[in-house]
């Protein structure tokens, strides 16, 4: 994708850029190297109709290529016995599942967020070429051993949350409980990438968060 394709006044488009340009390349270095919880959000490239202003699925901040994702080095933060909340998009499963195999982790489990209406009576339909999208998804994968689910007493945790959609990618509170009992549970660092707020208790890494 080009990003100087961006008309001058399309303001999302322009947004974009700037933060392309401007914030990704200066991002700080992840400091520690032992995180025994990781969760990742990362940017999915997405190229139908990018450049028009106009299209209401148009993804509101600067993706990465496939390439770049998969050159991420995850597995050289991670402890040696770790997990790993990988969140993808319905159409970016398959590069979800190579991206566990190239940073050195194995496939757990696989977690459903059905995005409800505010009411919570109904799916909330989305967009979508194959099916009107109203679920996204978060991979579950280890590295080492550092035990399952079932094994540190999380016995209670079913894989599908049921929420409204907020804001743009932002997740579930669900979705945080379940990343803050497996965080309690494992000890150790934990480290939200492509934060775009800082939650307590957590590194966060990411273009868009602000600064403390």
Known sequence: MQLSK??????????KLSIALDLIPGLPPIQNIDYKLIVCDPPWNFTLRETDATHRGRCPYPSMSDEAIL?????????????????VTNNHLPLGFSCLSYWG???RSIFTWEKVTKDGSKSHAGIGHYG??????FLVATKGKPGCFTNL?????????????????EK??????IAERLAEKLGGEKIELFARQRRPNWD???AEIDEV
């Open 6 to 15: 961006y008309q001058a006044d399309d303001k999302i488009g322009q947004l």
């Open 71 to 87: 050159n991420l080095p995850i597995g050289s933060i991670a402890h040696a016995n770790s997990y790993l909340l990988l969140w």
């Open 105 to 107: 982790f194995e496939y």
């Open 132 to 137: 009107r999208n109203c679920t996204e998804q």
């Open 153 to 169: 007493g999380l016995t209670n945790i079913n894989n599908i949350i049921k929420a409204p959609r907020t804001k743009h990618s």
């Open 172 to 177: 579930p509170q669900q979705f945080w409980t």
């Open 204 to 206: 966060a890494w990411g």
